[in-house]
């Protein structure tokens, strides 16, 4: 019987089930691989509101690590909400410790809902003991200019955040354009050295985006995981939280999930071509 390869997520809970630990283990079965988790805080929400958010201990993070990793040949890794220094450095050392790359560092900051996910005495740890480790770091706009202090405007603003954000020590940064105003693309830009590429898809008219930066991260590190490189992974990422924004699914009063599962839906056809990869 063939293999399944398996992915880990570091992250926090969405009681929502449309983001966090959630959408990570949907988004890496769709791309086809098994997903684990470490939880590392549990969040009380809806597509409304987070109402309330507690961190788990660091040792329970590393308790959940330590078995996951030294059993199940982990084959990449991800993290989203670590919003604690002590977590932080907890998990940068057992993802060493266990040689847990390809690593995906999605540097949540904060929900759509605008609760802080990331306590300020935190960002330093972020920087400093993570971001040295990441095979790829995934902010969007808003964390992007806040982890670097460039306001990001344009396509060519976020490839100088990627620049500088490189700077810490990742192998590369995709900076997402999602959030960008009045452009009838969503582009993204990877950052690699002196390469640059753009990742661009139609900008779907919804609210329902709920999630889509765990989804996107996790999806990335799936196809790490399947032996992709990262501008196939990207890529693949790319056209797949595309297709589950534009199924997304009204549920709830507020912003509402992606789907995940979309291509499973008969009636939820999305071509690749609707994503285009542009070198630069």
Do not use: W
């Not at 989804?215 to 990422?237: E, V």
């Amino acid at each position: 019987m063939p293999k399944k390869p398996v992915a880990l997520t570091i992250a926090g809970s969405d009681s929502g089930g449309g983001a966090g630990i959630q959408a990570d283990l949907k988004a890496m079965e769709a791309n086809g691989v098994f997903g684990t988790s470490a939880l590392a805080a549990v969040t009380a929400q809806n597509t409304e509101e987070v109402a309330q958010a507690h961190d788990l201990p660091p040792s329970l993070v590393a308790a959940q690590i330590d078995p996951v990793a030294t059993d199940m040949n982990v084959q990449a890794a991800k993290t989203g909400m670590l919003s604690a220094p002590e977590i932080i450095e907890t998990v940068a050392d057992r993802v060493a410790a266990h040689d847990l790359f390809p690593f995906v560092v999605d540097p949540v900051m904060i929900s759509k809902t605008g609760f802080k996910l990331l306590q300020d005495a935190a960002i330093d740890t972020l920087i400093d003991e993570l971001l040295p480790l990441a095979t790829v770091v995934t902010p969007n706009v808003h964390e992007a200019e806040h982890l670097t202090d460039v306001t990001i405007e344009t396509t060519e603003d976020l490839e100088a955040a990627g620049k500088v954000l490189l700077e810490h020590g990742p192998d590369a940064v995709l900076v997402k354009g999602g959030h960008l105003s009045g452009a009838d693309e969503a582009v993204d830009v990877l950052v690699d050295g002196d390469t640059s590429r753009r990742f661009a898809a139609p900008r779907i008219d919804t609210t329902h985006t709920h999630g889509t930066g765990c989804t996107y991260a996790s999806a990335i590190a799936a196809n790490l995981a399947k032996g992709h490189d990262l501008t196939s992974a990207t890529g693949r990422a790319k056209r797949y939280v595309t297709g589950a924004i534009r199924h997304a699914l009204p549920l709830g009063h507020g912003r509402g999930p992606t789907n995940h599962f979309f291509h499973l839906d008969p009636e939820a056809a999305f071509s690749e071509a609707d994503v285009a990869q542009v070198s630069a």
